[in-house]
Nanobody, 115 residues
Framework: QVQRVESGGGLVQSGGSLRLSCAVS?????????MAWYRQAPGKQRELVAD???????NYAGSVQGRFTISRDNAKNMVYFQMNSLKPEDTAVYYC????????WGQGTQVTVSS
């Protein structure tokens, strides 16, 4: 059973920064998976905001391009999400999963950006 723990969320003012972390355990194929950060805002569908493949190639949604950076450490089974210049519209619960998603959705980590 794959376990994931997302952390690093919180309340921050507009323009601030946060760094999210995702610790993955129970997956011997982690290094081969494309990993992603998703988010779900209240009343909206979950959306993919960034992904990173096994070689470190990244893709970003237009809304976060240039502000957010996804990275991974395969030796530690970790995925990171550096979020800078945060905006109120970035407020959401953030989740990590594979892309496309293959694991259950956990609780995620709440990010709230105040104006």
């Amino acid at each position: 059973q794959v376990q994931r723990v997302e952390s690093g969320g919180g309340l921050v003012q507009s323009g601030g920064s946060l760094r999210l972390s995702c610790a993955v355990s129970g997956s011997i194929f982690f290094s081969s998976y494309t990993m992603a950060w998703y988010r779900q805002a209240p009343g909206k569908q979950r959306e993919l905001v960034a992904d990173i493949d096994s070689r470190g190639n990244t893709n970003y949604a237009g809304s976060v391009q240039g502000r957010f950076t996804i990275s991974r450490d395969n030796a530690k089974n970790m995925v990171y999400f550096q979020m800078n210049s945060l905006k109120p519209e970035d407020t959401a619960v953030y989740y990590c999963n594979t892309a496309p998603s293959r694991w259950y959705w956990g609780q995620g980590t709440q990010v709230t950006v105040s104006s």
